[in-house]
């Protein structure tokens, strides 16, 4: 060592180099917080604790990948901010057992090699306590690994793969929408009941997602009825999605289902203008929401067409629609909206991020008063499936299944940014038939009153 | 021990005036034994640095270690060879795929496949180099940027195979008992990392004190006075540039095994611009250099993120403002110290040592 040491005065430049890169890091290192004393109390018995990492006796610290730029962004980036909002009005009423909840989202850019980093980031360096709606089929695959290793509560994962609902190998992590299979499911019930016979054709996105909603579809339809399915990739959306429509087209499809992200779907409803084909278009509930849509549209064609473009376009909803304003639940959403959220618009995106965020406070209630990460993973898998609240169906969590809602019903938009239900609820899993049922929609606590 | 590693001479008298060593580093000894020390060194301090880090700040010192070994590749190419690589992303995911190809389809040990990345990216980088000899200045830029455009979307073409868009999942390997019970995965590819950092920086350090790297200076400063001495100048080309995609694709390897998963959106030619730009920044052709722009290449995103937070920028400003941040970094290194940040250090130790002198 004593050599070593003597050579190491000699200043060869790579020790140098080696030294301020250690300086770095150590400068950085410093600046890591630890969590807070306890010592505030409530108005209970027992005493707030600092139960868990991100939770102190005062507040709860929970993070998010969202999609704020890149193709995912129109629409979906309203999510983030309206979970936000909904938790800054839980907070000025009461918070949860007296804790205030943050939401810090990050941009992901719906880029996996992003995710990766920015989930990191909340989970080793934010000491976030859960991951709350993480975006993205192809983004939350990158993490959620990850998350289960760290055994960090993956809660309702913003996107409909069936892959979140695997309790063995992801004990932490839940689904939150209906799985796509199941999507895929219901519109062939739906498509089976109302177009039997008819030429079918789907436009799908070439992952999870859209490989999911195929397979949904082809378990409810005679293969023979399927004349044409169409894949497209997210990254290339702005080439336009002219060559898989032309394709159905020439399939002769009569109806048209989109396995399709917001953006392509507006892309796909303009192409078969252009090319003059007028087919009965079914869609996801990814593509729900007509204000969404509407803006797209209107934004693509440079605003030649409005949500004229949308009139008949038939789809799911398993939430109210945010212009449903007799409903309790859009009542109170539209009151958060206007104090906390107004920036942002009024539409499905809002109503699915403060919807989660409800739930989610539901599944903190029932985790106890401090509680550890393992006490809110058990309180959802004994509780979770009684939950009530803005859901039209009800959740299918347990120890062996972590499935959010377990169907939808089926919507047809108007040409005027409204729509009406067309269907009963459509109940089933995975496996199993599907069947009809009445909703499940709960009334508003009088906590959030 | 020397002689089996490294071809060169044992004759440091005829170096370049630019590459030799000056005053008390001659007393240091033969160059290769002299690195292996510094290295050696180097991995102590670093094993007992991550000791007291917490794991994100593991996680992201463990990103430095892909970017440098990869910059390495591509500081050597251009700084001492003369020839500009716009493809270098591309090359890192030719060695990432290749390692998580590997991991997933068989039961290789960690070390083969780091090698394997290492060595499918070279036969990718010699043909590239025999592209690249018949090419010069933009040509070359151009060509090496179809690499980087295109190969992402080779992905996304054959999903089955790559993964497509969501790309596929990379497993960490999990810590050797000898390092304790408490060793994390993060942590132990940290030192993996350092260990293949300092192997890399030895090798290249020894190669451009060796004949091989005064060809490639040869090259560099005047192809027609090489072709003449005798030294096949396409030859020369193509060796740099298989030997620089090797250490890219080191590089991405390691760099697959850091994200834990490999997906065309990492690879983009924004890496590969970044790379590039982190490399003019470090100071082109120095091995030091590297080691800059790949803390540059880390830490500056993570700082443009906090920045544009406290100043509550547009979230369509604060998701470039890294990349704005390396163009201003860029003109302003290029006007003011054109040899980069390693230029501005060695300034500086240099008047330090007069300053010393002076008095005594």
């Keep these: ?449 | 021990m020397e002689e089996s590693m490294v071809e060169a001479k044992p004759e440091p008298k005829q170096l370049p005036a630019a590459q030799q060593p000056q005053g008390p580093r001659r007393l240091f000894g033969q160059p290769l034994v002299r690195n292996v020390i510094v290295g050696v060194v180097a991995l102590v301090l670093f094993y007992l640095l991550i000791g007291h880090l917490s794991q994100y700040r593991i996680y992201q010192l463990s990103q430095v270690g892909p970017y440098l070994i990869a910059l390495v590749g591509l500081s050597v190419l251009t700084g001492q060879n003369g020839q500009i690589s716009l493809g270098h992303g591309a090359l890192m995911a030719i060695g990432a795929w290749t390692l998580t190809l590997m991991q997933l389809h068989t039961k290789s040990p960690l070390w083969l496949m780091l090698i394997a990345s290492a060595l499918v990216t070279m036969v990718f980088g010699a043909l590239l180099g025999l592209v690249a000899a018949r090419l010069r200045g933009p040509y070359l830029a151009g060509a090496t940027l179809a690499l980087a455009l295109g190969l992402p979307d080779i992905t996304t073409r054959y999903q089955s195979v790559f993964g497509g868009y969501q790309g596929l999942e990379v497993s960490q390997p999990n810590a050797p008992s000898f390092l304790g019970a408490a060793a994390t995965p993060t942590e132990w590819l940290a030192i993996i990392e350092m260990i293949c950092v300092v192997v890399v920086m030895i090798l290249f350090a020894n190669l451009l004190r060796s004949r091989v790297g005064r060809k490639f200076r040869a090259v560099r400063d005047d192809e027609i006075a090489t072709q003449v001495s005798g030294i096949s100048v396409p030859r020369t080309q193509v060796l740099a540039f298989a030997l620089s995609a090797a250490a890219a694709g080191l590089g991405g390897g390691l760099f697959a095994l850091v994200s834990g998963n490999v997906s065309p959106g990492g690879y983009t030619v924004v890496l590969s611009i970044s790379l590039l730009a982190a490399m003019v920044i470090g100071g082109t052709g120095t091995l030091a250099g590297a080691v800059w722009g790949a803390l540059i290449m880390v830490y500056v995103p993570g700082w443009a993120t906090t920045l544009s937070q406290k100043l509550s920028l547009n979230q369509s400003v604060s998701a470039n403002l890294a990349l704005a941040i390396y163009g201003f970094l860029l003109v302003a290194i290029i006007m003011v110290a054109p040899v980069g940040v390693q230029g501005i250090v060695r300034l500086v130790i240099f008047k330090i040592r007069n300053l010393r002198k002076e008095p005594g």
């Design chain 1, 1 to 449: 060592m004593g050599e070593s040491r003597s050579s190491l005065r000699r200043g060869f430049r790579v020790i140098a180099v080696m030294a301020a890169f250690s300086l770095v890091a150590a400068a950085c290192g410093s600046s890591s917080s630890t969590s807070s004393s306890s010592g505030s109390k409530t108005s209970g018995s027992v005493a707030n604790t600092a139960s868990a990492p991100g939770i102190t006796p005062t507040s709860i610290l929970l993070g998010s990948h969202q999609p704020l730029t890149g193709p995912a962004a129109p629409g979906y980036s309203e999510i983030g901010p309206a979970i936000e909002a909904f938790f800054q009005y839980l907070n000025a009423h009461g918070g949860i057992y007296g804790r205030s909840v943050t939401f810090k989202y990050l941009d992901d850019g719906y880029n996996p090699a992003n995710t990766v980093q920015v989930v990191r980031k909340l989970v080793l360096q934010d000491n976030v306590y859960a991951i709350l709606g993480g975006l993205g089929t192809p983004t939350h695959t990158a993490v959620v690994n990850f998350l289960n290793q760290n055994k960090v509560p993956d809660l309702f994962v913003a996107s409909g793969c069936n892959c979140w609902n695997e309790p063995k190998v992801h004990p932490y992590t839940y689904g939150w929408e209906p799985d796509y299979i199941i999507e895929g499911k219901v519109l062939g019930a739906y498509i089976k009941d109302h177009f039997a016979g008819m030429k079918v054709g789907v436009l799908y996105q070439n992952d999870d997602f859209g490989g999911g909603g195929l397979i949904g579809i082809k378990q409810m339809l005679p293969a023979s009825q399927i004349v044409s399915a169409q894949p497209y990739d997210p990254t290339t959306l702005t080439n336009g999605l002219g060559t898989q429509v032309a394709a159905l087209q020439a399939a002769g499809a009569q109806v048209v289902v989109l396995f399709t992200i917001p953006a392509a779907t507006a892309l796909a409803l303009l192409s078969m203008a252009v090319l003059g084909y007028h087919p009965t278009t079914v869609s996801s509930s990814v593509s729900s929401d007509p204000t969404t849509l509407a803006g797209l549209v209107s934004n693509f064609s440079k605003g030649k067409v409005g949500a004229s473009a949308l009139n008949g376009l038939y789809t799911l909803d398993y939430l109210p629609m945010s212009s449903a304003t007799s409903d309790p639940w859009i009542q109170l959403f539209l009151k958060i909206h206007s104090q906390y959220d107004s920036k942002e618009p009024v539409d499905g995106n809002m109503v699915y991020g403060m919807a989660m965020a409800y739930y989610f406070t539901l599944a903190m209630r029932a985790a106890g008063q401090n509680p550890t990460r393992q006490d809110l993973i058990n309180a959802i898998n004994s509780q979770g499936a009684t939950w009530t609240g803005p859901g039209l169906v009800p959740l299918g969590y347990s120890a062996t299944q972590h499935l959010g809602f377990m169907g939808a019903e089926v919507l047809q938009l108007n040409g005027a940014g409204g729509a009406s239900v067309v269907s009963p609820d459509y109940v089933t899993n995975v496996q199993g038939p599907v069947t009809t049922h009445a909703s499940v929609e709960g009334p508003v606590p009088s906590w959030l009153q």
